[in-house]
């Protein structure tokens, strides 16, 4: 993917920041800590957290 095509699939931060979690979502996510499978999305860190921990 050259740069044209990254701006243009990407137009700004939160279409960027969406595909990612996606991806993550899709690959399914799992807490280092506890191996916790259940999580909610930190808007303000742009990150997920464990909802065990």
């Known amino acids: 993917m050259n740069i044209i095509n990254f701006i243009n699939r990407f137009p700004d931060e939160a ?10 979502i899709k690959q399914g996510i799992i807490c280092k800590k506890c191996t916790g499978i259940k999580h909610y999305w930190l808007e303000n860190k742009l990150s997920f957290q464990c909802a065990s921990c």
């Open 15 to 24: 279409s960027c920041v969406e595909f990612i979690k996606s991806q993550r």
